[in-house]
């Protein structure tokens, strides 16, 4: 072998292991800490105990905030998963003039006009709806800010339904509705899936509109409480966040674990005529 060709290759495989560490790093510190009697921002072996544990499970807002965030984010994924279904249906079937120009205009505004750039107008409007302070407020912006993406991922899934499908249930007399409820949707289940833990995860990990919308500690979710977990001197509390840490990583694996042995994650559809 030429040298060369040797050096590359050494090269790519130091490369590839240092980025396998880089990622590799959280992940033990998130696994080890937690479980450690003097935690640090290091990784070591621990001195293990479960006292972090105890110490997390009686704080006041901890596990309080778990179950926010799971209501908030439940509802926002409910919410887009049928939102999403119904928009690309219409769109999927119904000729509207100019709708794929609609279709990128949306996906376009809703990349470019993030959560920071709208915050202000955002916070008013919620505030002239007498939102603020509601999880149910910032479920609502959360759900109008992954919309688009949703049903520009979902049409394609609704667009490999075979339209076959639907006239032989015309034929039997099945409704619009029907041919959606019983037709469409079951096939395009995978799409559904996908769109549902896409939705969740982003809402899980959302911490601009909670944290600008939501005023009372005990509504707060996870992501708005954990930079507030310090302890009295002022400090990052070391018992107390990596535990919660390791608690608020749970919930979004294993959503896509049960999702993923079940309907897998694909952002196209399958079916062919």
Known sequence: MRPGYVVRRIGFYVLICAITLFFAVPMLWIASAPFDASPGLGVHWPDWTLENVRKTLGHPYAMHSMVNSLLI?????????????????????????????LLYGLLLLSSVVTGTAAMVPIFVMMFQLG???????????????????????????????PK??????????ASTGQILRDVVLPVARP??????????????????????????IDKQPGAVLMQTLTDEGGSVNLQVLPVF?????????????????????????????
């Open 164 to 173: 076959s499908y639907e006239e032989s249930a015309r034929v039997f007399g």
């Open 131 to 161: 939102l603020i302070d509601s999880r149910f407020g910032v479920a609502l912006v959360m759900t109008g800010g992954l919309l688009p993406a949703a049903i520009f991922i979902l049409k394609d899934f609704v667009d490999a339904v």
């Open 245 to 273: 840490s390791l608690l608020f990583s749970i919930p979004v694996v294993v959503l896509y674990l049960l999702v993923n042995s079940r309907y897998g994650f694909r952002f196209h559809g399958g079916i062919k005529s």
């Open 191 to 216: 799409g559904l899936a996908t769109i549902m833990v896409w939705a969740f995860v982003n809402s899980w990990g959302n911490f601009l509109v909670p944290f600008l919308l939501i005023r009372s």
């Open 73 to 101: 984010c439940v509802t926002t994924a409910v919410a887009v998963t049928a939102f999403a279904a119904l928009a690309s249906y219409a769109l999927s079937r119904v000729r509207i003039p100019g709708r794929d120009a």
